[in-house]
């Protein structure tokens, strides 16, 4: 498997990780190392196997449609990075 | 007074009978924070030793001091998961098994170290400090549960919890000579632990010996509301069913775990361990986990893409230490994105991160994640079939004992190689507990893995308990 | 050439549960901004989503109205993407098995019954708020709505113009509003609806490129942009250009569709199944009992009304237009059996009141106990029904029952000759020329003089005895 620096940046702005240069090189080598070591799944036959997400058997968990109360808004906001009045605050986003 | 060496159980006769304060205990365990930390390194942030009694009639915990690890909430603390990323987050809430360690009158004495966001098996990745290994200073204590595992074997704590996804309680528990549970999936409710993987993720207890181990997982077990994949099954008490002896039980040994290349004196502990064990009655056989092989495959497939979604959160919106870019080649807010991130994770953390994201991109899913995803099903039915047969599945928990710091720390492939004795067991979903097994000759804790079938950790625990106690390996402390 | 607009909907529509779809935050419109938050719907780190069971049920009623197939096997994943006002910056949706698909929905036209395919209906979490202040470099984010369950419904392209696709929400909106489900209140966002839309040559059945419209606030805002669209496209196909596939947003103001500012990047979602959730299995029993559970729909309702009343189509449409009127129409019935009479009530004065006070019927103080009332009155002949539309606005305004108005107001109809000759005498002295038409065999005449009768009586005078007594009269 070839990765090539491309396709560690696409990945890295999918991840939203604003890497440099040198990280992007050094990922890269490390990425087409890790990746050449996982194809060895592609030996296995696994076309009749269901994947698996969930080890348990469990199903249907459902929730009671009864109101908890809600955080003090405050107990958050204190540590926001920016907010205004009870509002978080971010960079304009242009739609 | 040297309340710090002792265990949970010793400590609450003690307590009991009214010849120490929970206070006093806190106090020693100062004395004794004061004396090794420095060297340890095990704490995330200095803890407190201030009592404060929150028992609910009769707690299990009344009094005892517990450590848990940084990547677990408790209202009010700090919860940094050991990254930058997560600089002044307070958690406005209690994690599930950290209010009913409150309810059952434990006091959270503090938060321990970690590998960031528990990615990494030494410590080395937390952006504090790297943990120490209390029986050699130059060594990891494993991890990512290494300032758990420290604090528990330096006795700067009672009793700690971890958190495991791929051997992150198993693995520094056998390093530093403690033993480390990581219960079934569904065992231990997850909620309010920070996510790493969330399929695989459980928290168990870190103690100094076997019974409070059990002591600790029947206070922290359970079913959950808040948590959709903890399981409604009624908790056995552990402590009175793992006395019954291990007279006749089946104990399997995979002939994928004792392959070439095995450290030698690991080897060799492992041999006596299962000697000792069918001199108290257990009959062994060999068995097979024919996609063994696969499993470091499948863990850095899953792991790492469930790892880059729960992780997607930490943006710099709602906590943590913004940065803003310099460059404007992009919108203000995308260069949010991409500077906190940047500066907030870790080497360790953003290799992570990419792989993750690489193998759920478009054009990867199907060969990788759910490839991954298939594969992982066939190594839980190796673990299915081999419990038709046997109680339990007896392994080291790591090819080998602690090495030194820096070691490993740029040859990722290496260091995931160092989990491949307890990945399977959480892609199967199973329990497995640490047990001390052994010294090296250069005097570093060995550790051996008894794995259980789906909620059987009274299995564990009897075997546990009934080797420990016909040796001498966990009273075996490190010379500080 | 000629073009064929080839349309598809994709609506979204928010649930009204008592909570939020994954924890137990009060699902609620328009309180202060960043209160209804929790752990969970802020994402914060640890959390865990469970499933509001109600929003499954309710979600069910939906896909089950529209004849869709439900699973007997589904699952969530999550869709990630960074955007601030998804707090764990991937939203809990459902992928390649939503939990229902291949529906329907038969929507009427001048020109016949169109059948519209629906291709799928899932069950996902809402997003919180951003909002955009003119002034500054930020944007703020307000938390309430994240996490409120969200129903996405999707039809094929089967629509091939704006009016289509108007009728299509239309007729999709009502059977909301008879599931009782949600709000439906496109203003206060519990239904959006974004559009897909491209051309192709007419006869030809292959698709072109589409652009995908959003930010269309109302109905007719959807059939405004789809109007400017489909004529934009034509002009760039017929100028030998291509339609660029791209998202485009309605410019309310400018009454336009413009590309989004912000750069569009290629879809990459990484979808995978949401770990923390376990799957969710439907019986076959569950969903015959959700079947039996619903309630009659828009358009059995309309075909029941036409047959057992004898209704024309248009009326049993007026009647049916919304839940609450059918309801009130129904309830009307229970206590007084003559359809014809209470349908002429509701879909005339009724509806009057509805519109001029741009009200809908629960929103009025009336009854179908005091409609009734009222009704009995004009049909026992103790008021005219000119004196009746003034009770009923009466009635509206006080809320007093109509009996007590008739009584207040001194309106009861007036029948005895004594006080009603004297009022026909002043009538027939005043209008000449009609008295004449009237003798001179214009029989229609009268009609204009019992006019004058009821003018002068200000309505009270029963119009059938004034009648009588105007030709005896004349005739005399």
Known sequence: MSISRDDVTYIAHLARLGLSEEEISHFQGQLESILEYVDKLKTLDVSRVEPMTHVLDLKNVYRKDSVVPSLDPQSVLKIAPAAQGQFYKVPKVIE | ?480 | MNYEPVIGLEVHVQLKTATKAFCGCANVFGTRENTNICPVCLGLPGSLPVLNEKALKAAMKVALALGCQVRSFTKFDRKNYYYPDLPKNFQISQYDMPFSEHGSLDICLEGGIRHIRIKRVHLEEDAGKLIHPEEGAESLVDYNRAGTPLLEIVSEPDMHSPDEAYAYLTDLKLILQYLDISDCDMEKGSLRCDANVSLRPAGTTGLGVKSELKNMNSFRAVRLALEYEIKRQEAELSDGRSVVQETRLWNEKKQMTLPMRSKEEAHDYRYFPEPDLPPFVISASEIEEAKQGLPELPKEKRSRFIASFGFSDKDAATLSATRALADFFEACLKLYDKPKKIAHWLIGPVSFQMNSRGQDIGGLRLTPASLIELIDLVEAGKISQLAAKEVLQEMLESGKPAGKIVEEKNLSQVSDAGSLSSVIEEVIAANKKSVDDFRAGKENAVMFLVGQVMRLSKGKANPKTAREMLIERLKS
């Open chain 2, 1 to 480: 007074m040297n309340l710090h060496t002792l265990t949970a159980l010793e400590l609450r006769s003690r307590l009991d009978c009214g010849s120490v304060k929970p206070q006093d205990i806190l106090t020693d365990l100062r004395s004794r924070y004061e004396a090794v930390e420095k060297k340890v390194m095990a704490f995330a942030r200095p803890p407190s030793f201030e009592y404060r009694d929150t028992a609910v009639a009769g707690g299990a915990l009344k009094g005892i001091p517990v450590v848990i690890k940084d990547n677990i909430c408790s209202q009010g603390d700090r919860t940094e998961c050991c990254s930058r990323i997560l600089e002044g987050f307070v958690a406005p809430y209690d994690a599930t098994v950290v209010d009913k360690l409150k309810k059952s009158g434990a006091s959270i004495m503090g938060k321990a170290n970690m590998d960031e966001f528990a990615f990494g098996s030494s410590c080395e990745t937390s952006c504090f400090h790297p943990t120490k290994n209390p029986w050699d200073l130059d060594c990891v204590p494993g991890g990512s549960s290494g300032g758990s595992c420290a604090c528990v074997a330096a006795d700067e704590a009672i009793a700690a919890l971890g958190s495991d996804t791929g051997g992150s309680i198993r693995q520094p528990a056998s390093l530093c000579g403690v033993v480390g549970m990581k219960p079934t999936y569904g065992r231990v409710s997850r909620y309010g632990l920070v996510a790493f993987a969330s399929s695989l993720d459980q928290i168990g207890p870190i103690t100094k010996d076997v019974r409070d181990n059990a002591l600790v997982l029947g206070v922290i077990a359970g079913h959950d509301d808040h948590d959709a994949t903890s399981v409604d099954t009624s908790v056995p008490d552990y402590l009175s069913q793992m006395q019954k002896d291990i007279r006749g039980m089946r104990v399997a040994i995979p002939k994928e775990y004792f392959v070439e290349g095995m450290d030698p004196e690991v080897r060799h502990a492992m041999m006596e361990a299962k000697a000792k064990l069918e001199s108290l009655g257990a009959r062994f056989g060999e068995v097979s986990l024919p996609h063994t092989g696969y499993a470091v495959a499948v863990y850095y497939i899953i792991a790492t893409a469930e790892a880059s979604s729960n992780l997607a959160r930490f943006d710099g919106v709602q906590y943590g230490a913004r940065q803003m870019a310099a460059s404007k080649d992009e919108s203000a807010l995308i260069g949010m994105y991409k500077e906190t991130r940047d500066k907030g994770f870790g080497a360790e953390a953003k290799r992570r991160l990419i792989l993750g994201t690489y193998v759920l991109s478009s054009g990867y899913y199907d060969a990788y994640y759910l490839r991954a995803s298939r594969v992982r099903r066939l190594i839980k039915e190796d673990f299915d079939k081999v419990f038709r047969e046997y109680d339990v599945v007896l392994t080291p928990t790591s090819p080998t004992p602690a090495f030194k710091i820096g070691e490993k720390m740029d040859d990722p492939l290496s260091m995931y190689l160092s989990d491949i004795y307890t990945i399977s067991v959480n892609l199967a979903g199973v329990p497995a507990i640490s047990v001390p097994c052994g010294l090296t000759r250069s005097g570093l804790p060995i550790g051996m893995q008894v794995i259980g079938r789906p909620f059987g950790e009274t299995d564990l625990y009897r075997v546990a308990f009934h080797y420990e106690q016909s040796t001498s390996w966990h009273k075996q402390k490190p010379k500080l």
